[in-house]
């Protein structure tokens, strides 16, 4: 798993390596370091905002590379196929999504949240106005179904961070004129990140409140309760102690409401749905259609094999016969021209008969004494 800038930060810290005050220092070091190759530049977790990467790339593929791809995408979607066909809510209670407020939380999370199929957002701070539409018209699918659905929320334990959480139904209800709803019977549950679990796995407390522009938060009721200083969610990746937490807590919020036996009882649902797909598995058509793929790669592999020692192998140059002619009165010297690039040269005697290379473009040529004498060569005299 790749982190950000600020996670490596709180890794080093974890290790020994630096303190919380030279975060900052130690952020600018890993990006000169990755501008000058001393660390790959790739080194910290891609960006999650998609505009920020090229789109319409093309780039021409080998057919055996792709026929082996679709050949592997099917076998995959006949593995995946009871999951993707299983509709896990019925009989349930509660329908549970997540929202956190960074990329390096959505990467830590995702995994976990795959195995209870559980939907994961990063809101990057305050959830932006698209944001609060999807997660209504999910919460509106949800409640039409008879189902609870519930918000599990973890962001930085930081004024801004609790004011998010505190506010994230207010949010909500602000375009409720927009969707017709209104998140009234929505549960929102922080989980993280909290006084609790900071004290308990001895996370670091940062000795101020600043924001992300550098100035000092204005939240005297936050000061009274818990000082001038924040934990931010990253510190979680301090080490492999409190990464293991991290899993603990995100899983026991979710069987919180899923229960205990919730990976257990979702899978006797993938194995119904497996049952009910037997007719698919059995039709002979997926046999025929990788058979028929292998046969096809293994065909256009032997020839490309074939084209590419082709292509290794020298072939014998062909040489052009060049004819000279007499140069001078006293037959002392000859002329010729390049049949490729046009050059004009002169040899003696001795060279005709013989294979020479234009001392210009290097083509073959055998020269041959022109019949008849002195003669012009190209309408110039010689």
């Not at 952020?27 to 000169?32: C, L, R, S, V």
């Not at 603990?248 to 749905?273: H, M, P, Q, T």
Request: charged share 35%; hydrophobic share 30%; proline share 4%.
């Amino acid at each position: 798993m790749k982190y950000s800038g600020r996670g490596w930060c709180y890794a080093l810290e974890g290790l020994g390596k630096i303190d919380k005050g030279e975060f900052d220092k130690c952020g600018q070091a890993i990006n000169d370091c990755r501008k000058i190759g001393l660390l790959p530049i790739d080194f910290v977790a891609e960006d999650q905002d998609e505009t920020r990467r090229f789109a319409g790339i093309h780039e021409a593929s080998n057919p055996t590379v792709l026929l082996e791809n679709l050949r592997s995408d099917v076998n995959e979607m006949l593995e995946a196929l009871p999951i993707y066909t299983t509709d896990y809510w019925v009989g349930e209670k509660f329908y549970l999504m997540m929202c956190v407020e960074k990329g390096d939380l959505r990467n830590l999370f995702k995994p976990i949240c795959d195995e209870y199929h559980i939907p994961i957002v990063s809101s990057k701070g305050w959830a932006p106005i698209l944001l609060r539409y999807h997660i209504a018209k999910l919460c509106i699918k949800a409640e039409a179904r008879g189902l609870n659905p519930v918000m599990l929320l973890f962001y930085d334990h930081d004024p801004a961070g609790l004011k998010i959480t505190k506010r994230f139904r207010k949010g909500l209800g602000d375009i409720r004129r927009s969707v017709d709803w209104y998140p009234d019977k929505l549960i929102i549950e922080r989980f993280g990140l909290n006084r609790e679990e900071i004290d308990r796995y001895n996370l670091t407390w940062i000795e101020n409140i600043k924001t992300g522009s550098g100035r000092e938060a204005r939240d005297p009721e936050y000061v009274r309760e818990f000082g001038s200083r924040k934990c931010e969610a990253n510190a979680l990746f301090k080490n492999d102690e409190t990464l293991r937490a991290a899993e603990k807590i995100c899983r026991d919020v979710i069987e919180k409401y899923y229960g205990g036996d919730a990976l257990n009882r979702f899978r006797e649902k993938e194995d119904k749905s497996r049952e009910k797909l037997k007719e698919v598995y059995d039709n002979p058509v997926w046999e025929g259609l990788n058979e028929s793929l292998e046969n096809l790669i293994d065909s256009m592999t032997e020839r490309d094999t074939e084209t590419q020692r082709d292509e290794k192998t020298p072939t014998p140059e062909e040489e052009v016969e060049v004819e000279i002619f007499r140069k001078t009165p006293d037959n002392r010297f000859y002329c010729g021209r390049c049949p490729r690039c046009g050059l004009l040269f002169d040899y003696d005697e001795s060279f005709i008969n013989r294979l020479v290379r234009c001392r210009a473009c290097g083509a073959a040529m055998r020269l041959r004494k022109a019949q008849g004498g002195c003669k012009q060569n190209g309408g110039a005299p010689l």
